[in-house]
Every structure is written in C-alpha cells, then in structure tokens.
C-alpha cells in the first residue's frame, strides 16, 4: 500500500512538473503573455511605436525588445533568446543551417521600406552629393572636402555609423561599395542617438542613420534631431535629366531614392503565439497606419499616384 501511494505521489509530481514547463514555455496567447523580441537599433523609432500601440489595444501583452547590431539581432533569434527579429535583411546560409538544425521553418512578414539618411553639421554648405561621392568618401579615396569641391577646405572628412555589424554598416558595404573595405575615416560609435551628436559637433564629420530616427514630424524628438543636422541630397540621373532628392517617404515609395531597404520581421515562432499576434499587427491596417505616420513607407499599403490635369487652370 505504502508503495503504491509512493507511485502515485510520483506520477502526480512529474505531471505537475511537466505541466509547469509547457505552460512557461507556452503562456503567451496573439494578444496576451511576455515575449523577448530583437531589432536593429536603427529601427528603434518605429518599433517602439508599433509595440506602444499594441500594447495600449492589449494590455495583457508584454513585449521587450533588445536593440541591438542587425548581425546579434538574428543571432539571438536563432539560439531561442528572440522570437522575433526586425532587420534590413534575410538570412545568412549559416542562420538558415542553424534553423534547419533545429527542424524550425522561419517565416518573414513584410514590415516598411526605411531608407539611410546623410547627415551634415549645419555648417556645411556643400550638401549635395552623387552616389559615387558616397561610395568614394566611403571607401576612403575621397579624403577631403577640396576632393569633392575645390574651392572647399582641404579638411579630412570622417564617417560614423551606429555599429560596425548594423545593417546601414552592411548596406553600404553591399550596395554601394560592392564588396570593397571601408576606408581608415570611417569609425562606429554606440547607436543612432551618437551618430547624430557626433555630427553635430563636428563640422568634418559625415553620418549615415536610419530615416525612422528623423522622419515622424509629429514626434519631438525626431523634430529636434532634424533641427540640429543637415540632410544631404542625392543626384539620381532621371530619363529626361539629373534631380536631387532627400529621403522623402515619396521617393521611397518610388525607389527613387537610391538608398531605400525593405524592413522585414523574420519568426521562429511554430505557434500563434505572441510573436504572431505582433507581426499580424504590424501588417494590418492599423499597424501600417503607424508606419505611413511615421514617415516610412508601408509594405502591404497601396500607393495612389495622383496625376493633376492642369490644362485649363
């Protein structure tokens, strides 16, 4: 008898134990629960204002995001301390290995097109540049600012950005580099926020962010970050002829700009769970409500082009 209450009492306590961790591991609903996400920091403006938005709608859910370099962002997704990652990019051969390894299909969820801006102090007058200008002060063999325009200052130009492995640093080692090393002028220092006083201190220094930091013209912040920097232009060679063009969220839009990126939300999640409830907002209406607030350019939105006829005005 003693021991067939022994055996009970054992089977009672194992299945309580077992209980407990499925429920750890699986109390999160769509709408409610507490989940770690991870996101480029040079999304941190956006992300911030599509979870508060969210969780004003539902209270009982509990998302908390480390911003982080677009490489660790990934990298935390993948060994289970993320469920989510918002970033600029897919997945490397190694990352989709290591979800495989896991016997975890990843899904990707259509966020926003953001774009990098070129920040200038105010002091500076020359705010006009061509892509291969950046590609040259970039790889370091436009050294000073008498390179570009020789009635300037023979003074060295240096360039910041937010993080050595962000994904601004990876685009313009892809895309406009092509695989070329960037130059000795070009330093990372901590985050968005220090690329921007950096150039404002410095009239030599050059800054790359993402758009989301200085876009929201309704948002303090960004309005005061906007009234201590410049923006630079681009020249984009047109059919007809060369324009100039600031990030503006209709040259992105328009893919005019040349340096626009698509934000993704990559998942590991194999349940509807918070994770899932989260992405589905960001894709709803409502979500990409906030991203066209925010001055970026919604993925799932249409885009009205409206053409003005002005022949008898």
Known sequence: MKCLYW????????????????????????????????????????????????QSIYPEAHIRVIYTNEYDAIDLMCKDSARLAIVTRGLLPEERAAFERDQITPRFSPFAYDAIAILLNRK??????????????????IKTWNDLNPASAADPIRVIFDSPKSGITRYCNDSLLKGKSLGK?????????KVIDE???????????????????????????????RVASLVVQQPAEAATMK?????????????????????????VGLGTGFASFIASDKGQRIVLKSGLVPAKAPIRIIQINNKNL
């Open 124 to 141: 500076i007058n020359d705010t006009i540049f061509s892509s291969q200008q950046i590609a040259g002060i970039l790889s370091g063999e």
């Open 7 to 54: 055996i009970l009492f054992l089977c009672v306590g194992l299945g309580s134990c077992s209980g407990s961790a499925d429920k750890k591991y699986n109390d999160d609903t769509a709408t409610s629960g507490s989940i770690t996400i991870a996101a480029d920091e040079s999304l941190l403006p956006i992300v911030e204002a599509e979870i508060e938005v969210f």
């Open 185 to 193: 002028q070009s330093f990372a220092v901590d985050g968005n926020r």
């Open 247 to 271: 990030p503006f969220q209709a040259y992105i839009a328009l893919k005019q700009y040349p340096l626009w990126r698509e934000v993704q939300i990559i998942s590991r999640e194999a349940r």
């Open 199 to 229: 150039v404002e201190k410095d009239p030599n220094t050059i800054g790359l962010i993402g758009i989301t930091w200085i876009s929201d013209q309704d948002d303090s912040l960004s309005r005061g970050f906007i009234n201590r920097i």
